[in-house]
């Protein structure tokens, strides 16, 4: 399968982060600043995924505005005609900077909460004060007349808060709110026990979105994900590996999604070693599973194929060992049930302590 051009490119300037999510999407081996592409290789990379015919570019981390080069950066993306995105915490970004991001050509901003109070919010980030920061920073992204998405994992310990975050959006006039239930792999995966929510907590967490959705409409777009746990058929993972996204890690890693690293069989090709056209066309790792040819039966007569794309490879690695397994999030699957017993027993069992995401707890723990 010959790929059309990748639509947007995610870059994770560094995996520094004041924040310790617990379900932290960077991988548990984390990159130290040492590692990190510099200003010109990122601006080289920048121009590449242009040339490629990208559309987007998303910065992000670890938290990138640790980065003190992230304006050169916007206003070289926007120099090259992409359309740019912050994805960031807001704790380290003052108004000042967020003014100098915006003339540098920053189009818009997600900021991320890790629930609707303080004390919820602060305890699952591992950051105090972190929350009265967050909804400040709101505030300076809509004086700076820039698109603000509020973005909201939610989980066992933080889902009974889910209305008070869809008026919290409401009143920080966002234009946009994701609710994205956990996805678990990584640093998510090692807390699962922690952040599985019950089945009767999905329902509600169902019933508030549909309210909302009917209440808000014409004022606030919004955007659900349920937890794989629990579904019945697999998502089209970040729209059919391969064929969408591209992300690159602090250290010039190249991979079909932002998870990809959590698939130990799998080695990813360097932009510091090849350049990114040649990766996204003819890379290994994005070959692996890109089209349907790989797919092994029920995905492979299944009239949903090219619709889910087999689900996520990730999750399939995560739970059966075998990153070519069907997604066992699929009724299909013969791993199904094993994934729903073990939904079901996290989430009536699981105690409440995490394993915060930090460069010490990253080195202490072993393998998946």
Same mark, same amino acid.
């Given at each position: 399968?010959?790929?059309?051009?990748?639509?947007?490119?995610?870059?994770?300037? /560094?995996?520094?982060?004041?924040? &310790?999510?617990?379900?932290?999407?960077?991988?548990?081996?984390?990159?130290?600043?040492?590692?990190?592409? !510099?200003?010109?290789?990122?601006?080289?990379?920048?121009?590449?995924?242009?040339?490629?015919?990208?559309?987007?570019?998303?910065?992000?981390?670890?938290?990138? !505005?640790?980065?003190?080069?992230?304006?050169?950066?916007?206003?070289?993306?926007?120099?090259?005609?992409?359309? /740019?995105?912050?994805?960031?915490?807001?704790?380290?970004?003052? =108004?000042?900077?967020?003014?100098?991001?915006?003339?540098?050509?920053?189009?818009?901003?997600?900021?991320?909460? &890790?629930?609707?109070?303080?004390?919820?919010?602060? =305890?699952?980030?591992?950051?105090?004060?972190?929350?009265?920061?967050?909804?400040?920073?709101? %505030?300076?992204?809509?004086?700076?007349?820039?698109?603000? /998405?509020?973005?909201?994992?939610?989980?066992?310990?933080?889902?009974?808060?889910?209305?008070?975050?869809?008026?919290?959006?409401?009143?920080?006039?966002?234009?946009?709110?994701?609710?994205?239930?956990? &996805?678990?792999?990584?640093?998510?995966?090692?807390?699962?026990?922690?952040?599985?929510?019950?089945?009767? &907590?999905?329902?509600?967490?169902?019933?508030?979105?549909?309210?909302?959705?009917?209440?808000?409409?014409?004022?606030?777009?919004?955007?659900?994900?349920?937890?794989?746990?629990?579904?019945? %058929?697999?998502?089209?993972?970040?729209?059919?590996?391969?064929? =969408?996204?591209?992300?690159?890690?602090?250290?010039?890693?190249?991979?079909?999604?932002?998870?990809?690293?959590?698939?130990?069989?799998?080695?990813?090709?360097?932009?510091?070693?090849?350049?990114?056209?040649?990766?996204?066309?003819?890379?290994?790792?994005? =070959?692996?599973?890109?089209?349907?040819?790989?797919?092994?039966?029920?995905?492979?007569?299944?009239?949903?194929?090219?619709?889910?794309?087999?689900?996520?490879?990730?999750?399939?690695?995560?739970?059966?060992?075998?990153?070519?397994? !069907?997604?066992?999030?699929?009724?299909?699957?013969?791993?199904?049930?094993?994934?729903?017993? !073990?939904?079901?027993?996290?989430?009536?069992?699981?105690?409440?302590?995490?394993?915060?995401?930090?460069? %010490?707890?990253?080195?202490?723990?072993?393998?998946?």
């Amino acid at each position: 399968m010959i790929p059309d051009p990748p639509f947007a490119l995610l870059v994770e300037l /560094t995996h520094r982060c004041p924040l &310790q999510c617990p379900y932290c999407s960077n991988p548990l081996d984390m990159e130290r600043a040492a590692g990190e592409m !510099t200003t010109e290789e990122w601006c080289g990379v920048i121009r590449q995924a242009a040339g490629l015919g990208c559309m987007q570019i998303h910065f992000s981390g670890g938290e990138p !505005t640790v980065r003190p080069d992230l304006e050169i950066l916007v206003a070289e993306a926007a120099a090259a005609g992409l359309y /740019t995105n912050l994805i960031t915490s807001g704790v380290l970004c003052d =108004r000042a900077r967020l003014e100098r991001l915006a003339a540098a050509g920053l189009e818009h901003v997600q900021l991320s909460f &890790q629930g609707a109070t303080a004390p919820i919010a602060d =305890r699952i980030a591992g950051y105090a004060g972190g929350h009265e920061k967050k909804l400040s920073f709101a %505030r300076d992204v809509r004086a700076a007349g820039l698109p603000l /998405t509020a973005n909201f994992v939610v989980h066992r310990q933080n889902a009974h808060q889910l209305d008070a975050m869809i008026d919290m959006a409401v009143e920080m006039a966002a234009e946009r709110i994701e609710i994205a239930n956990v &996805q678990y792999y990584g640093w998510a995966l090692k807390n699962r026990a922690a952040l599985m929510p019950s089945r009767d &907590q999905l329902n509600v967490m169902i019933e508030s979105v549909s309210a909302a959705r009917e209440r808000l409409k014409g004022i606030l777009a919004i955007d659900f994900v349920v937890p794989d746990y629990y579904a019945r %058929r697999p998502k089209p993972c970040m729209g059919g590996w391969g064929q =969408r996204f591209l992300n690159i890690s602090p250290s010039g890693k190249v991979l079909p999604c932002h998870a990809a690293e959590s698939i130990t069989t799998l080695a990813f090709d360097n932009v510091r070693e090849k350049p990114l056209d040649d990766i996204w066309l003819n890379g290994p790792a994005f =070959r692996a599973f890109r089209g349907t040819d790989w797919m092994p039966e029920p995905c492979r007569a299944c009239d949903r194929k090219e619709i889910d794309w087999g689900g996520c490879r990730c999750q399939a690695f995560a739970i059966t060992g075998d990153a070519a397994q !069907t997604d066992p999030a699929c009724a299909l699957s013969k791993n199904h049930s094993r994934l729903v017993a !073990t939904a079901l027993e996290d989430a009536q069992s699981g105690g409440e302590d995490f394993v915060y995401r930090n460069f %010490r707890s990253a080195k202490a723990l072993p393998g998946l």
